[in-house]
Structure formats: C-alpha cells, structure tokens
C-alpha cells in the first residue's frame, strides 16, 4: 500500500515562469488623442488652511465646489448669465469714466464692483474680512434672477457630481472587468485580435490585428468604431467559432461578432441603452449571441440578440445585508440557463426560466467563508475555462475559488495583500496536469498578480490547490526608467502619463516548439497598450538564485542603509504637505515602485527591438505634446462696452493701415488662429521688438542676464568686479565715516551693492580673491531650482497680492512665505557662508529677503496669519 | 516631537513592509529576509504602546520565507515557530496546527503528532477556551494521524498472514490507536462543517471493526443534516457505503435522487442513469430520462460519450416503442429554445464529426429525433456518415426518417 503523503494546500511546487523583459514594453503607438488629464483630489478639494478649520466641524473631505462653480461663471458666462445679461446690460456700466448723470438711477457701475472683488480675493482666507456693503447688496439683490439656472439648483448639481467624483477617485468600480480583451486566433494560426478603447474620451472602439512573433506587433490598421460614450468594458467570449464582443459604457451596451478567420470584419449587432448605468456586461461561452447586463439599480437581464432582453430579477436590496453599493455583477455558469448574480455581498445563482423560484446562494460574505471585517465582493468571474463548475470571487483581501457543486465553502482561499482591490482578472487555463495560470489586476496601483492553481481533476481525487509562488509582474510605471532621459517636464509628464491607472488586461497563452511563453497585455486609462512577456521555465534542480546572490548586502539591514531609500522616505513627508488628500495607497505605490525599481538589476538586459520600441512611442508622445490643443473660447459679449463707438471712432489714426490690420484682425479671430507678425507694406516700425537698449542705470540681474544671453557674460564679470573694486573702496570710506559718527550700521538691506561689499570683504578676510572668470555650472541659465529672485525686492513681495499677480498658486503661497521667512530666521553669521561661486550669487538674495520677510512677519497679524 | 517621530515611524514600517512584499512576490528570499529582521528590530524600538505588535505578519511573512530560503533549515524553522508561539499567545494553536501542517508536507510524521499532542495540552487560562475550535481542530488531526498508524499497523498485520496473527503486542497497539482515533474523529464530525477526510477515516474504522449500524448513523447524519453545509461527498459516501453493504436498489436510489437534486451534473449520474433504465417501474424509468436530460445541460459534459449515448439509447427505446412520446415532449419543452444552439449547431457537427464520428452519430440521432430530419445537425451527420459509407450512419438515416412523424408529436 501506498505511504501516506500530505502536499500543502497552498505553495506546492508550480511551473517557473521568468520574466523576459526587463519591464512593460509599449505594443502600439501612443493613444496621441488623450490629453485630458485624470481627475486628482487637488481638483476638488479645499486645499487652504480653512480647511483644518472647517473640518473640524464636519469630518471627511471637504469639496470646493465654489471653486468649480466660479469656473462655470467664468468659462461659460453664456450658459451662465445669457439672458438676463442680454436683457439688463443697459443696466450696467463698463469701463473706467464716470455714469451719465442722467442713467445713474438704474445702472451699476460694474468696475466698481470689480475691483471690490479682486481687493476680497486678495484678502481671502482672512477671517475677519467683511463683505463690502455694496457688493453685499448686489448678491442679494440679484442671487434670485441673475443666473439662468437657479443657483440653488446649479449648486446642488455640480456637489452631486463633485461627490461623484470623489468616491471615484477613492474607488472607481465602473471599470471592473477591464476594457482590454484577447481574441485568440484559429488554431494554429499567429494572428489574433486586441480589442481596446481609445480615442480623447475613451470612446473609440478598436480592433487591433496583432502578430504574435518573437514579439507581438501590431499588423495594418485597425478597424475602428465610434461608440457615444466611454467604454467602460470590453467582455468576449466565443462560441460556434465566433468571437462574441460585449462593450460596455455608462448608458449603452453594445455587442460585435467577430468571425474567426483572420481578417474578417468585426460586425456590430446589437446596442441597448439603459436608464441607469450598467455596471456588469458578460458574454455567454455557452450560446452564440448571448449576454447578460446588470445595472446599478439591481436589475440582470439576459440579452439575447434574437429575442431581446428578458430581466430576471429586480431588487434594490443587496442580497445577504445590507450594502450601500449599487454594483451588482453576473457571470454564467456551468448550466448555460443558469446565471450567477452578485453585489457586493456575495453571489448568487439563479435559473433564467425561473429566476424567482429557482435559485441558491453560491457565496457569500460571512463565516462560512472565513470573511475578514468589512470585506466585499470586488469581482466574480466564472472558471469555465478550467473546470466547468468553478468560480473566482475576489474581494479586496483575498480570492477565493467556489465551487457550483459544493455552494457557500470556498474549496480554495488565498490573502492576496494587493494593494488595491483586483478589478481586473484573466484565466488562461492549463491542459491536463499543468497549472492553470491566473492574472489578477488593480486598477489604481496598475498591481498585477500571477498565481497558478490546479483545479481538481474530473474523476480524480485531487483538492483544488494554489501551486507555484504568487508572483508580481511590471506594472505599466515600471518602464519609465527604460525611456531616454527626458528634460525635467517632459520627464514628469511621461511620469504622469505612464502612471495612469490601469483599464484592463488580457493574456495569451502562446505555445513555440519547445518555448512556451505567456504574453500579458495591459492598458491605461490614458489608452496605450503595453505588453509583457514570461518564458516558461522548464523545471530544473533548485540552483541558489543568482539574483538573490547579488542584491544580498553584506550589510545587515538594506532599509536603513539602502542610499535610495533614505532621501525618498525623507521626500515623502514634503509631498504630503502638498496632496494631502490624494489616497495614501497611491502615494504608497508610487514610493515603492521608485525605490525597488532602483536596487535591484533589471534582470535582462532590454534587447535592441524593445528599445526602438521605447524610443518610438516616447517620439509618438512628444510630437503630440508639442502642439497642445489650441482652446477656442466662445465670443462673449461686453467687450466692445467697454469702450464706446464714438470713442472706438476717434481712436482711428491712418485709415488704411488701421482697415487692413483690422482685416487682418478679423481674419485671424474667425480662423481661430494667432497674427505672428504684422508685415505691412510701408512698416516703419520693424514687427520684433529690438531688444532693450541696456540702459545705464538699469538693475544688475537684468544686465547679467543680457551679458550671458549675449555670451559675453565674463567680459561681464570682470567690468563688474572692477567696478565694485572701486565701489567697495568708496563704501569703506562710508563706513568709516560712519563708525566715526558712531551709528550702528544697518545698511545690509540696502542695495545689492552694499551687500556685495561685505561679499568681498569676507573674501578679503580669508585671503582669496575672487576668480577672475568664474565658470559656473550653467551659466547660461539660472539655476532651476532656486531661479535668481528679483533684486528689486520690494515690501510686498510676500503679500499674498503680489504672489498672486506673480502667478503662483494660492496654495504654494504660504508654503513659499514660510520658505522665504526661514531663510531669512537664520542668523547672519558670516564666516558660516561656504567662499565658493555660488554663494555670491546667492548671499545677495537671501540678505535682502531677509528684510523683506521681517517686514512680511510684522504684518502678520494684520492679515491674520 | 513625539507625533512626528510616531508618525515617521509608522510610516517607515509601511515601507518595509512594502519591501517585503516586493522581495517575497519576486522571489527574492534572502533580500525579504533581511527586511524582516530589520521589520522585527525596527518593532524592538518601538515604544508607542498605542498598536499592538504585528506579530501575525511576522509569523506569517517569516513562515513563508523561511519555507522557501535556500539557507533555512528544518531546525531554523521549528526555533522559529517556537518563538512565535511564544510570541503570541492568542494564536498559539493557530501557528501549533500550522507547524504540524508544515511538518506532514515535509513528511514527519512522528514530529507532527508529537507538536499535535503537546498542542493538546496547552493550557493558558481564557486563551485555551478562546481557542476551542481550533483545539477541535487539532485534536481532529491528532485522530487522523492515529488513524494512519492505525492503517499501517493493520497491513503489517494483514501481510503477516494468519500465523502470526497471535502478536498480540502489536494488536493491541493498532486497537489503542483505533480507540484514540475514534474518539477524536467522532468528536469533530458532530460540528457542523466540511469534513470528508475525518468521516472517511472514521467509517473505515467503524466498518473494520464491524459497526455498520454506527457507520451508517454517521454518514447519514453527515448527508442529511441540515445544520451541514450542502455537500455532495456526503451523498456520494453513504451511496458508496450502502453498495459495499448490498444495500437494496430502491435505498440505493433514494440516496442518488436526492444527489441529483442537489448537483445534477453529478459523474454518478450516468449509473444513476443505467440503474433507473433497468428499473421495472416506468415511472423510474421517467426519472432516468429526465436525468440524463439534465446531465446533458451542464457544459461539462456537452461531448461526454457515455451520456450521449446513454441518452440516444432511451431515447430510440422510447420511440421505436412509440410509448410514452410525452415524456420526450416534457422534458423537451424546456429546452428546446436553447438546446439547438448549444448542442446541435452546425458548427458542432462539423466539429464533432471531425473529432469523434461515434459521438456525432449518437448526437445525431438525438437531433434526428427532437429536431426532425430537417435538423442542421442531423443533415450534415448523416450527409457526411453516408459519404464515408459507414454503415451504421445509413441506419440512423432510415431510423430517422421512419420516426419523422414523431417528431411533429413531440415538438407539437
């Protein structure tokens, strides 16, 4: 008899699977189309330091509404105020000159009021601002007419969508599924079919060809359908030989059948449209033509392309208790009649002929299942592919494997520990005795998880068992390192872009002679498709992991001595200051996959094919980039009240001239383009300015900066140096006369001079002069991080008016004074400053800050810092 | 100050316990191994008594790297259990049981039961109550072992032969192992739960020692109670049990309706299928074709041979007899929407024609039957068995054509 053997139920020996690339690899051309930028919480938030105030009384986040609001006012003054406008803009007066005497009674004098407004925008986030009695009595008097909307109304809508927004940036389940799918080729064949979104909404439909070769390419264009929303989801399956395609959008399902044979094309059949989004659309691998919809209202439907919908259940309820979530999923099963049925709380399966009467639980959320607190169901998908009578349930924590036959015990569970929950999953089934391959997906955190299971064997006794490790493939961010190195901006767009979350995935199981390979196809919701290839490794006798060998650190603790992590993990808390809303798993992931992509060697090297491939579609990105999106404003009316036709008559000077500008003019607005210059026939004036005649009297940083524009910048330095030699003589003289006058001297704060002076005193003190052609790094441009500021420094540099006039953004503005405040606590002690280059350069800006930040402190409490 | 220091510090632990997570699903064992020493000294530090220890991740972070790290051996790994039982008191039973578990797959057997009944006497005041399931658990597993020992024991004995039967030694060690193990076993299979391998072990005992009366009890309770979660095994061992024992057919069938009413799909089917055609009783016979009817939904079994030809067989009894043509019509009603396209396309026959002649032929002649001989199925079938000139194809052709009529009964 047989000796007794237990094999763990997880962690059994598995198939080896390598990677073969080095990270994520770019298959097609960048979706070029794509250039609105995702959602972030900056967008929506209340980011000022109201906002610890303010959340005091309400937890949670705080949407700035009004701030989306005023944009509306702004952007579609049309929409906004049309007809009233229309009608009352006798009623109101533009422009500088005083009203008429006789039309003062019944008109407002609106530049009064403007100017009101920007003095209340300066001061905001001042608590004790008061509103100006007119600009009070106007809101009044006007809140209930002005707006086209009722603001009441207009208000609710746009928080109703704000809140909409927000709960999909901490969760965004409308993408559950994946918008990527697969379509196999015939047997035998090399050409199969990426079906995938794109376009500037996302709501292109494209049927790629692709060759599956060494490595896969794209062939001919693909076919391409526009579709009236976003797609949300791409589902197939086949049967009869065809390839059915289910897409879903918000309001719309449609479906496409997609003949086998290469090159055939892809033919829509059917679209639905539904009152509430649908959350769920699945295509039957049973029947040809067969779909079923779920929406969020509780419905499921069976589609059937020849005899139309047929709604088998209809609850609002969740099923086992009580969820706030509208997201209800169904899937088929063993028995092509039969559908599972599942929301957040666990699945259910009912008969399609008697969905009322006929139905039992498959999985829920609760004991039998060994729950965690507060897990959900994320995504259900039916195994049908390696055992007729399985299903995948994942939740946010763990997958579970449930079996039709055996309902409510999980044969199989496994802790993921991802760091997002799964949205996304792909089966590529195993053939008899091999392990069948499962990829599971987050969106957000672009994770993406292998894990191989042995389903048990029809007849044999076999358990259900996780063989092999789990393993972590690249995610789409991973290859930013594989692109040449960009200029600092393009670097953080390429950044942005490749951090995009994931949409969808999909895998090939691809079989060459004696290799097999696995191909991972993944996109972003930016709409580019990356792929990634993992080799199959035959098994061999276990040899001690040579990469293991080389990122093994004598030292005994990586973390804290690792030089890549430190500065990242000090990095960190300043970026918290800034996003402190964003979700922390997204930071989180981001960190990590900075700093684990750094220490350890990529572990082949990046063939030549797959480097063009980078170069390519960085170039695909650029060029794109290069030209934004020129924006065409709507005109809107009022401009031509600010002046008068009289006044605008007088103005007129040469009268052909003026007529052919204004043509000109007029030519440019309706083209919506740009005059680059005027080239008229009898032009006196040259159409580019000449540059400045450098003046005498002019400030320093501007001459420096012509000197080294020009490239002359050491005839510069050594005409300055000589003329400070011959100022700092004279200012010593000064000072000397002052200390015999036996005041204190306080002229640090003077002029860049003077401060230049104690510059090169100190130089004297330490006995070194000052080169005499001093090469800088960069001396053509300023330096990027801290840009040579103004030398004419005046009180109001730190005034939140001035930083606003500057363009900086009101939430860097405190960040910056507080900056500039800290330079300028440190004392001034002299012999501390490095006697290098730099430092005269830099000495200058900070002495004089200083005072001007002293002065910023004193009036702090006026502004109710 | 000290909300920024616990701040910063937690932060870091989440990064480390990121690292480790990189490192473990890349493999890199000894890097993972080398974040958790730091993880565990980093946790040495801290001195905010606000969370508890994470000594469940380390347990479990460090179980699982020390399966995999080349360096470790068998002994690191017990020292290490050791200190996470002591670690944790709250889940000392917990990490006992995975020991053992760890140590069975490695095939230590000896070890384990050692772990298991050192496991079994652990007192730690509430925790041991706190712990009552698993304690089941353990106790169960301790059962199962013996019950092992208890098998080994029994085939030297059985090797050895009527002569030596006197070694009365070794007799009576197989029967205080029997007592052990009957008595743990027993104890777990009256909780409520899934557990197969335990009523297995125990019926074997049971049935060597010649209690099928308790036997039974036990397996009947296991199927029919309804305080256990639905499970198909359970049906499928007393149906096994109650054929050993020569059981009636009528009981035998009794216990694989209820199988079929609970996973139609059920392999057993098939014989539930031939033992219901043999019946005397027709209305037996109903139910086997309303069985196979069913099995024949599931796409499981959609080119199973066996039923397909079970299926063509009741079927062509019923209509060469022409009696009882409406239960052919009742169970075809339901299907006969769907059936067509997911069994009788034309893509399947071409398929199925191409990948196994004889199931395209029993498929065939159902599809001639329900369908009429205008069906896609059939034509192309009996189009392509005719060009091969096989002869049984030119019988199911004739077959067909004679029973036409039918087919405008049933589907009427």
């Known amino acids: ?865 | 100050s000290f909300n920024e220091y616990k701040l910063n510090f937690k932060k870091s632990k989440e990064a480390c316990l990121n690292y480790i997570q990189e490192a473990v699903l890349q493999k890199q064992w000894k890097r993972a191994a080398e974040f958790l020493t730091s993880y565990a000294e980093a946790l040495e530090k801290d001195f905010s008594k606000g969370s508890s220890c994470p000594s469940e991740i380390i347990w479990r972070i460090g179980t699982e790297i020390l399966c995999h790290h080349p360096h470790s051996s068998m002994r690191e790994f017990s020292s290490f259990i050791e200190q996470m039982k002591t670690l944790a008191v709250k889940r000392y039973l917990k990490v006992c049981l995975e020991h053992s578990f760890h140590l069975l797959c490695n095939g230590m057997i000896d070890e384990a039961s050692q772990n298991l009944s050192l496991a079994v006497s652990w007192r730690f005041g509430e925790q041991s109550i706190l712990q009552a399931k698993e304690m089941k658990l353990i106790q169960a597993y301790e059962g199962l072992l013996d019950y092992y020992r208890w098998s080994k024991q029994k085939n030297v004995l059985l090797e050895r032969g009527e002569d030596e039967y006197e070694d009365l030694s070794v007799e009576r060690e197989m029967h205080s192992y029997f007592r052990k193990a009957a008595l743990n076993l027993k104890e777990i299979i009256q909780v409520p739960g899934v557990w197969d391998i335990f009523v297995k072990c125990y019926v074997d005992l049971l049935e060597f020692y010649g209690d099928n009366e308790e036997a039974r009890q036990v397996l009947k309770e296991y199927a029919y109670n309804s305080k256990f979660p639905s499970n198909p095994n359970a049906h499928v061992y007393l149906y096994q049990f109650l054929k050993r024992h020569g059981e009636s057919k009528k009981s035998l069938i009794s216990v694989l309706k209820i199988l079929h009413d609970l996973v139609p799909s059920h392999e057993l089917m098939i014989d539930f299928n031939t033992m219901l055609q043999k019946s005397k009783k027709r209305r037996n016979r109903r139910l086997g074709l309303e069985v196979i009817f069913a099995v024949l939904d599931y796409a499981g079994w959609k080119e199973n041979m066996k039923a397909w030809s079970c299926l063509a067989r009741q079927v062509k009894q019923i209509v060469s007899s022409e009696k009882d043509l409406d239960w052919i019509k009742q169970v075809w009603d339901c299907r006969k929407d769907w059936w067509p396209a997911f069994h009788f396309s034309h893509y399947l026959a071409k398929r199925n024609w191409q990948e196994n002649e004889s199931l395209s032929y029993e498929k065939a002649l159902v599809a001639g039957i329900l369908l009429g001989k205008d069906c896609k199925y059939f034509r192309y079938v009996s189009k392509q068995g005719c060009k091969a000139q096989v002869k049984r194809f030119r019988t199911l052709k004739k077959f067909v054509h004679k029973h036409s009529p039918i087919y405008l009964r049933t589907s009427g």
């Not at chain 1, 490595?215 to 391409?224: C, F, K, Q, T, Y």
């Not at chain 1, 044979?261 to 449209?273: E, F, T």
């Open chain 1, 1 to 865: 008899q047989a000796e007794v053997m237990f094999v763990p139920h997880c962690g059994g020996t598995g198939e080896s699977w390598e990677p073969a690339d080095a990270a994520a690899v770019p298959l097609l051309p960048p979706n070029t189309s794509c250039s609105i930028p995702q959602v972030v919480p900056q967008d929506i938030l209340y980011h000022s330091f109201l906002r610890r105030k303010l959340s005091m009384d309400k937890p949670g986040p705080l949407l700035d509404f009004t701030k989306q609001l005023s944009h509306f006012f702004v952007d579609h003054p049309e929409d906004a105020f049309g007809s009233l406008g229309q009608l009352l803009h006798k009623n109101f007066h533009l422009g500088d000159s005083r009203v008429k005497k006789e039309v003062r009674d019944n008109t407002i004098r609106v530049t009064a009021l403007m100017e009101e407004i920007n003095r209340l925008e300066a001061r905001r986030g001042c608590p004790w601002k008061r509103l100006i009695c007119c600009l009070r009595w106007f809101a009044h008097l006007s809140r209930d007419w002005l707006f086209e909307v009722p603001l009441g109304l207009l208000g609710d809508s746009v928080h109703e969508e704000l809140q909409l927004q927000w709960t999909r940036l901490l969760f965004d389940d409308r993408l559950t599924g994946g918008a990527l799918a697969w379509l196999p080729p015939e047997d035998g064949a090399r050409v199969g079919r990426l079906v995938y979104p794109g376009g500037e909404a996302m709501n292109r439909l494209y049927f790629q060809e692709v060759v599956l070769d060494k490595l896969p390419r794209a062939r001919g264009s693909p076919a391409e359908f526009e579709l009236n929303g976003r797609i949300q989801q791409v589902a197939t399956a086949r049967s009869d030989g065809e390839d059915f395609v289910g897409i879903r959008s918000d309001y719309h399902c449609g479906v496409w059948r997609v003949p086998g044979r290469a090159g055939a094309a892809p033919a829509p059949l059917q679209v639905i449209h539904t009152r509430v989004p649908a959350s769920c659309l699945t295509v039957s691998p049973h029947l040809p033509g067969e779909l079923t919809v779920c929406t969020q209202g509780g419905s499921i439907y069976l589609w059937n392309v020849e005899t139309g919908l047929q709604r088998l259940r209809h609850d609002p309820q969740t099923m086992f208790f009580r969820d706030h979530s509208p997201w209800r999923w169904s899937d088929f099963t063993a028995h092509p009649r039969v559908l599972s049925f599942a929301d957040r709380t666990g699945l259910q399966c009912l008969d399609a002929r008697a969905p009322e009467r006929c139905h039992f639980d498959l999985f829920k959320v609760g004991e039998e299942a060994r729950c965690q607190q507060g897990e959900r169901v994320m995504l259900p998908i039916y195994l049908g592919k390696a055992h007729p009578s399985q299903h995948l349930v994942a939740t946010q924590f763990s997958v579970y494997v449930v079996d039709e036959r055996l309902p409510l015990v999980p044969v199989l569970k496994w802790l993921h520990m991802m760091k997002a929950p799964p949205l996304f999953a792909q089966l590529s089934p195993g053939d008899a005795g091999r392990s069948h391959k499962l990829l599971l997906g987050a969106s957000p955190t672009q994770e993406m998880l292998l894990l191989q299971y042995q389903g048990e064997r029809r007849g044999g006794q076999s358990a259900c068992q996780l063989v092999g490790h789990p393993q972590k493939l690249h995610s789409i961010s991973s290859c930013l390192e594989h692109f040449q190195t960009q200029l600092p901006h393009h670097h953080h767009l390429l950044q942005q872009r490749l951090g995009a979350p994931a949409a969808g995935m999909a895998a090939v199981l691809k079989k060459d002679r004696q290799q097999e390979s696995l191909l991972v196809f993944q996109l972003s919701e930016a709409g580019d498709v990356f792929y990634q290839r993992l080799t199959h490794e035959v098994a061999q006798p276990p040899a001690p992991d040579s990469r293991d060998e080389a990122t093994a650190a004598p030292g005994s603790s990586p973390l804290f001595e690792d030089p890549a992590s430190s500065p990242l993990l000090l990095g960190s808390k300043e970026e918290e200051e800034e996003d402190a809303g964003r979700p922390a798993a997204m930071e989180e992931a981001e960190l990590s996959q900075e700093r684990c992509a750094s220490p350890k060697p990529s572990p082949v090297a990046s063939s030549k094919a797959t480097a063009l491939r980078y170069r390519r579609w960085l170039k695909g990105l650029s060029e794109h980039c290069r030209d934004p999106p020129r924006h065409s404003y709507p005109p809107t009316r009022g401009q031509k009240r600010l002046f008068t036709r009289k006044e605008l008559q007088t103005l007129v000077g040469d009268s052909a001239l003026h007529r052919q500008a204004q043509q000109k003019m007029r030519q440019a607005m309706l083209e919506g383009g740009r005059i680059q210059h005027w080239d008229l026939p009898d032009s006196q004036t040259s159409a580019v300015p000449q540059p400045p005649e450098p003046e005498q009297d002019t400030d320093t940083l501007s001459t420096r900066l012509t000197a080294a524009w020009a490239g002359d910048w050491n005839r510069w330095w050594e005409k300055r140096s000589s003329f400070y030699k011959a100022q700092r003589q004279r200012a010593l003289q000064e000072r000397r006369r002052r200390q015999k006058r036996g005041r204190r001297w306080q002229g640090l704060s003077a002029s860049f001079t003077s401060s230049l002076t104690y510059q090169s005193e100190l130089s004297e003190l330490s006995g070194t002069d000052p080169p005499p052609s001093p090469v800088l790094p960069g001396a053509g441009s300023p330096p990027r991080h801290s840009p040579p500021p103004s030398l004419e420094l005046d009180e109001g540099l730190l005034s939140s008016q001035s930083l606003h006039s500057r363009g900086i953004p009101k939430e860097r503005r405190k960040t910056l004074r507080d900056y500039l405040g800290l330079q300028a606590e440190g004392p001034p002690e002299p012999l501390e400053f490095p006697l290098s280059q730099d430092s005269q350069l830099c000495i200058p800006s900070s002495q004089s800050q200083r005072s001007s930040a002293s002065q910023t402190r004193r009036k702090r409490p006026r502004m109710g810092f």
